[in-house]
C-alpha cells in the first residue's frame, strides 16, 4: 500500500512537470496553430542555465532559477521573431521543419557550448525529505515542490487567461485569427506574450525535471518533450486545463506502469493508453470537437 | 503539351535518372574493384553510403505517398523501417543457420520480401485505428505507435535452433544461435548490396508512380483535397487512405530489410523518434507530393552531413542552420517572386501557353 502510495506521489509529481512542459505546447497551439518541436530544448536551455549560475557563477537557487526564466523568456521570443514569424503565411508543415531544425539547432549549440559529457545538477531545492507514516512513506521536497509549483502555475494561468485583458486578447486569437485582427488586437504581440510565456514555464519545468532526474545533457529535453507533447494531445490540444490533466495522468500512468507492469515497457504503456484515449475520444480528454463542412 | 504527357515525362525522368546514376555507379564500381586504392573514383566512404541512400531514397519516397498524396502526416515511419530491418535480419539468419542456404541473393530477396510483408501486416494493424483520426491527432497516434515499436523491439530476443525459431520476450534465456538480441540490437552477416538497393529504389518509384497516376491515386488525391466531398461522390475514403498508408509501410519494410542487413550491428533504439523525423525532413524539403523532389532530396541530405565532416563539431549545428534557412528562403515571397520571373525569363513561352489557358 506504501509503495503504491509512494509510487503514486512520484507519478503526480513526474506529471506535474510533464503537465508544465505541456502547457508550453498547447498555447503556442491553441495560437499560432503549430507544433513547437523546439519547446523540449528549450527546457534543456533552461536547466543549463540555472545549473550555469549555481554552480560556476555561485548564485543562491531562487536567483539561479530566476536568471534562467529570463534567458529562455528571451530565447522563445527571438526564436519566434527569427525563425517562426516569417512563416506565417506558410503551410503548417514548413513551420514543423522549422521547428525541428530550430531543436536541432538548441542541441548542437548545447552540445558546442556545454560538451556531451552528462552533468550532475546539484540538489537546488535542498528540503529534505518527508517521512510519512512512521518513516514508511518517503517523499522528497524536490517532488512536493513540483506538485506546488503545478498548483500554482495552473491557478494563475486558469486566471490570467480568464480575467486579464492580455488573457482574453490570447483567447480570441486562438478562437480567430482575423476576427480579432479586426478588433484591434495586436495578433504578433500576442503571439510573442504566448511564446514568452511558455518559454517561461520551460525554464522552471527544466529546474523541476533536474531537480528530481539529476542527469542533465544535451538530450535531456528531448524525451520529456515528446511525453509532454503527447500529454498536451492527451488533454486535448489547445486546452490549458486539458494539458494540467493529461500531463498528470500521463506521469501517473508510466510510473505505475513501469513499477507495477515491466520496466522495459514504461514508455510502450504511455503511448498505449494515448492511443486508446484517442480511439475513445478522437480529440482528447477535453478537446473541443470541431464540426466540418465541405 | 497536355496534362497526361506532362505527367509521363515527369516519371520518365524520375525513373530514368534513378537507372542512369545506377548504370554510372555500376560502372564506376567495376572501374574501381580492378585498381589499387589511389586511382579509385569513388571514396570508400561514399561507396558505404551508396545502401543507404537507396534505403532513405525509399523512404522518402513512400513517406511522401503518405503525407503528400494521401495528405496525412505520418511521424512514425521508421517503425516500418525498423519492422522489416528486424525482420529481414530473423529471416537471413534463420535461413542460413537452419537451412544453410549459402546464396547471399536469395537470402537477400527473401529477407526483403518478409520484411515488406510484416511491416505491410502491421501497417494494416496501425492503419485501422490511425486512420480514423484527422490532423495532428493522427500524426501523435504514429508517432506514438512508432515509439511502442521501438520499445517492444527492445525487449525481443529471438534464437534459431536448427530449423526452429526460439522467441522470447523480456526473457533473454532461450537457447540457440541468438539473431535478436534485446537492446543489444543484432549483430549481422551483412548481404545488402548496390544492386539491390537502386533496384529496390526503380521497383518503388514504379510502384508509387503508377499508383499516382491511376484511377486509385486520384481517388486518394480526391480524399486528400476534401474527404467530405470525395465520400459524398462515392469514394470510400477508408479505402484508399489504407491503400496509401500499407503501400508506403510495405516499402518502407523492403528499404529497413535492406538497411538492417547492410551493417554489422544494428540496434533498435536506431530507428527513433529522429529518423521518423528525418525523413519527413526529406519529403517536406524535396517537395510535398514531389516524388522526384523526394529523390534528390533524400540523396543530397545524406551525403550533405558526411560532407560537412570537415566541420567536425559545428557540423550538425550548420545542418541545422541550412535547415531553416531553406524552409525560410523556399517560404519568402520576395525570393519566390524572383524565382518566379526568372523561370519566366528563361522559359519565354510559357506565359503566353499560360495566357491562352484563360
Known sequence: MMAFLSNLVNGISLGSIYAIIALGYTMVYGIAKMLNFAHGDVIMVGAYIAFCAAQYWGFPPVLALLVAMAVCTLLGVTIEKLAYAPLRQATSLAVLITAIGMSYLLQNLALLIWGANPKVFPDLIGLGSIALFDGQLVVKGATLVTIAANIVIMVALTLFTARTKMGKAMRCVSEDRGAAELMGIHVNGTISLTFAIGSFLAAIAGFLLCSSYPVLQPTTGSMPGIKAFTAAVFGGIGSIPGAMVGGVLLGVIEILGKAYISTELGDAIVFAVLIIVLLVRPTGLMGKATREKV | ?358
Open chain 2, 1 to 358: 503539351m497536355s496534362v497526361k504527357q506532362k505527367k509521363l515525362i515527369y516519371n520518365l525522368v524520375t525513373i530514368g535518372l534513378v537507372a542512369a546514376a545506377w548504370l554510372i555507379f555500376t560502372l564506376l564500381l567495376n572501374h574501381d574493384a580492378g585498381v589499387p586504392r589511389k586511382e579509385r573514383i569513388l571514396s570508400s566512404s561514399m561507396k558505404d553510403q551508396l545502401i543507404p541512400i537507396c534505403c532513405w531514397i525509399v523512404m522518402a519516397v513512400s513517406l511522401n505517398l503518405v503525407v503528400g498524396i494521401s495528405g496525412e502526416l505520418s511521424l512514425g515511419h521508421a517503425g516500418f523501417m525498423s519492422i522489416g530491418a528486424f525482420t529481414g535480419i530473423v529471416v537471413s539468419g534463420w535461413l542460413l543457420n537452419g537451412f544453410a542456404v549459402e546464396d547471399a541473393t536469395l537470402r537477400l530477396v527473401l529477407a526483403m520480401v518478409a520484411g515488406g510483408l510484416t511491416a505491410g501486416i502491421a501497417g494494416v494493424l496501425i492503419g485501422i485505428p490511425v486512420l480514423r483520426l484527422r490532423g495532428d491527432y493522427l500524426a501523435i497516434v504514429t508517432l506514438a505507435f512508432g515509439e511502442i515499436i521501438k520499445n517492444v523491439l527492445n525487449c525481443v530476443y529471438v534464437a534459431a535452433d536448427g530449423r526452429h525459431l526460439n522467441l522470447g520476450f523480456i526473457n533473454n534465456n532461450i537457447a540457440g544461435t541468438m539473431l535478436l538480441n534485446g537492446p543489444n540490437g543484432a549483430k549481422v552477416k551483412t548481404i545488402a548490396t548496390v544492386n539491390a538497393g537502386f533496384i529496390l529504389v526503380l521497383i518503388t518509384l514504379v510502384i508509387v508512380l503508377n499508383l499516382i497516376n491511376s484511377r486509385s491515386g486520384r481517388a486518394i488525391m480526391a480524399v486528400r483535397d476534401n474527404r467530405i466531398a470525395a465520400e459524398s461522390m462515392g469514394v470510400p475514403v477508408t479505402k484508399y487512405k489504407m491503400m496509401a498508408f500499407v503501400t508506403a509501410a510495405t516499402l518502407a519494410g523492403m528499404a529497413g530489410a535492406l538497411y538492417g542487413l547492410n551493417f554489422a550491428t544494428l540496434l533498435p533504439t536506431k530507428f527513433s523518434f529522429n529518423e521518423s523525423i528525418n525523413v519527413l525532413v526529406f519529403v517536406v524539403l524535396g517537395g510535398i507530393g514531389n516524388i522526384l523532389g523526394s529523390v534528390i532530396s533524400a540523396t543530397a541530405l545524406t551525403i550533405l552531413p558526411e560532407k560537412l565532416r570537415f566541420l567536425q563539431n559545428y557540423r550538425m549545428l550548420v545542418y541545422a542552420v541550412v535547415l531553416i534557412v531553406v524552409m525560410l528562403a523556399t517560404n519568402n515571397r520576395t525570393i519566390r517572386a524572383w524565382f518566379n520571373t526568372l523561370s519566366e525569363r528563361l522559359r519565354p513561352g510559357k506565359r503566353e501557353e499560360a495566357k491562352s489557358h484563360e
